[in-house]
């Protein structure tokens, strides 16, 4: 669909090393850029990535390497998709943010007074905005969810609304790695004039205006011979090829009864994140982890709030709470499930202290298992998305990605 555009890109590159290519556009000023992001490529660190990046309006890379099998048949094209895992919750921020924009809802509204039913419990208080920082504690459910259930929304809302949270609402955060979309979804769904889950929703108020290769929910009629598929990981790697993952988290993602493993293991108990990449997931529309995704399409989804939201009837107000953050957990930003500090807002992740991600702190965006990392940065104007199909074992800065992203904000000063 969307390709990048035209007049905005200035001397196409090719860079070949040792039979594996890289192949894409690079702008005059960037080519440390692209050298960075053969790095991956060339040591085989990744089977497969792309990586877009636009600055004040114009792409300054549009970059794919390697493979999108295991197989290594085919090379990566530059308008394939992957599954994108956690970067599929930035996409539901932007939903939530267009709702908040229609009327549909309010951030500092209470989820009860939309969704009656969630109030159980003592969640009654809890407000649509901490509903969407991951700060009502439903990261883990007791439903038991599989790829023959994970469709039913019905079923899945009813029972997040009845469970009781993992800790008091408001007092703490950690990875909804699966509810958030729900959540969102029901919001949604509930206020909508239409009735439309996030899926629908998402497609026909986002993607579809900005003709974007980004979904919540394949639809049948995209070319399956397009979507780069995952290398995952199981969870002996994560103790043999062990990186930056915390290791508290690695021993509580395997023992039974932790949040972690509560979390993390439901639907999938122990098979690792690359068991998701299959037909029944990709259609389900799961809108934390199920998002399918070009570099390109999500990079043109955030240039959009780059250029304040207006083309999809974001208010000034609504991307002033999206810049400025929802407020910190009252005891702090230590996630629950993951052990480690991360600062959830309005359905994204947004920079801090211990993870300076971008250039300012305007900047909102997602992360995902395995490496990839979307975000807008809208005071230096910056779109950003770097993908990969095979995943890493690390918590985030993935290196075969950080270095793409350090090598283009040391061009943004060299320019400068």
């Given at each position: 669909m969307?390709q990048?555009?035209?007049?905005?890109?200035?001397?196409?590159?090719?860079i070949?090393f040792?039979g594996y290519c890289?192949?894409?556009?690079?702008?005059?000023?960037?080519?440390?850029?692209?050298?960075a992001f053969?790095?991956?490529?060339q040591?085989q660190s990744?089977?497969?990535?792309a990586?877009?990046?636009?600055?004040?309006?114009r792409?300054?890379?549009?970059?794919q390497?390697?493979?999108?099998?295991?197989?290594?048949?085919?090379?990566?094209?530059?308008?394939?998709?992957?599954l994108?895992?956690?970067?599929t919750?930035?996409?539901?921020?932007?939903?939530?943010?267009?709702?908040?924009s229609?009327?549909?809802f309010?951030y500092?509204?209470?989820?009860a007074?939309i969704w009656?039913?969630?109030?159980?419990h003592?969640?009654?208080?809890v407000?649509?905005?901490?509903?969407?920082s991951?700060?009502a504690?439903l990261?883990?459910?007791?439903?038991?969810?599989?790829l023959?259930?994970?469709?039913?929304?019905?079923?899945?809302?009813a029972?997040i609304?009845?469970?009781?949270?993992?800790?008091?609402?408001?007092d703490h955060s950690g990875?909804h790695?699966?509810?958030?979309g729900?959540?969102?979804s029901e919001?949604i769904?509930?206020?909508?004039?239409?009735?439309?889950?996030l899926?629908?929703?998402?497609?026909e108020e986002?993607a579809?205006?900005?003709g974007?290769?980004?979904f919540?929910?394949l639809p049948d009629s995209?070319d399956?011979?397009?979507?780069a598929r995952i290398?995952?990981?199981?969870?002996?790697?994560?103790f043999?090829h062990?990186t930056?993952m915390?290791w508290?988290?690695?021993?509580?993602?395997?023992?039974?009864?932790?949040?972690?493993?509560?979390?993390?293991n439901?639907?999938?108990?122990l098979?690792?994140?690359?068991?998701l990449?299959?037909e029944?997931?990709?259609r389900a529309?799961?809108?934390?982890a199920?998002?399918?995704?070009s570099?390109?399409?999500l990079?043109?989804l955030?240039?959009?709030?780059v250029?304040?939201?207006?083309?999809?009837g974001?208010t000034?107000?609504?991307m002033?709470t999206?810049c400025?953050?929802?407020a910190?957990?009252?005891k702090?930003?230590?996630?629950?499930?993951?052990?480690a500090?991360?600062y959830?807002?309005?359905g994204?992740?947004?920079?801090?202290a211990e993870w300076?991600?971008?250039?300012?702190?305007s900047a909102?965006?997602?992360f995902a298992v395995?490496g990839?990392l979307?975000f807008?940065?809208p005071?230096?104007g910056v779109?950003?998305?770097w993908i990969t199909?095979?995943?890493?074992?690390?918590?985030?800065?993935?290196?075969?990605?950080k270095?793409v992203?350090?090598?283009?904000?040391?061009?943004?000063e060299?320019?400068?």
């Amino acid at each position: 669909m969307q390709q990048p555009d035209c007049m905005h890109i200035q001397n196409p590159t090719e860079i070949s090393f040792g039979g594996y290519c890289t192949r894409g556009y690079i702008a005059p000023g960037f080519e440390p850029v692209a050298h960075a992001f053969a790095s991956a490529i060339q040591a085989q660190s990744a089977l497969g990535a792309a990586c877009t990046i636009i600055h004040r309006g114009r792409t300054v890379a549009d970059l794919q390497g390697g493979w999108r099998q295991k197989t290594r048949q085919e090379q990566w094209q530059g308008d394939d998709i992957a599954l994108v895992y956690s970067l599929t919750k930035g996409l539901t921020g932007m939903a939530g943010a267009v709702a908040v924009s229609r009327g549909l809802f309010a951030y500092d509204e209470p989820v009860a007074d939309i969704w009656p039913e969630f109030a159980a419990h003592g969640k009654g208080n809890v407000t649509v905005g901490q509903a969407l920082s991951e700060q009502a504690g439903l990261a883990a459910i007791d439903f038991k969810l599989s790829l023959d259930n994970i469709a039913d929304e019905e079923a899945i809302c009813a029972a997040i609304a009845a469970q009781k949270p993992s800790w008091t609402p408001g007092d703490h955060s950690g990875n909804h790695a699966y509810t958030l979309g729900w959540i969102a979804s029901e919001l949604i769904c509930r206020r909508d004039p239409h009735g439309r889950r996030l899926p629908r929703f998402f497609a026909e108020e986002i993607a579809r205006p900005l003709g974007v290769d980004v979904f919540i929910g394949l639809p049948d009629s995209f070319d399956r011979n397009r979507i780069a598929r995952i290398k995952g990981f199981g969870l002996q790697d994560l103790f043999l090829h062990h990186t930056t993952m915390p290791w508290l988290l690695t021993f509580k993602m395997c023992l039974p009864g932790t949040l972690a493993f509560r979390t993390l293991n439901n639907p999938l108990i122990l098979a690792g994140p690359g068991a998701l990449d299959r037909e029944a997931f990709w259609r389900a529309g799961q809108g934390a982890a199920g998002g399918m995704a070009s570099a390109r399409g999500l990079a043109a989804l955030y240039q959009a709030f780059v250029d304040g939201g207006e083309k999809l009837g974001v208010t000034p107000k609504v991307m002033a709470t999206l810049c400025a953050g929802h407020a910190y957990p009252r005891k702090g930003l230590k996630d629950q499930v993951l052990t480690a500090d991360m600062y959830y807002s309005h359905g994204f992740e947004k920079p801090f202290a211990e993870w300076e991600y971008a250039g300012t702190r305007s900047a909102f965006g997602s992360f995902a298992v395995g490496g990839s990392l979307a975000f807008a940065d809208p005071e230096d104007g910056v779109a950003y998305a770097w993908i990969t199909n095979q995943l890493g074992t690390g918590k985030w800065d993935d290196p075969r990605e950080k270095i793409v992203r350090d090598a283009f904000y040391a061009c943004l000063e060299m320019n400068a």
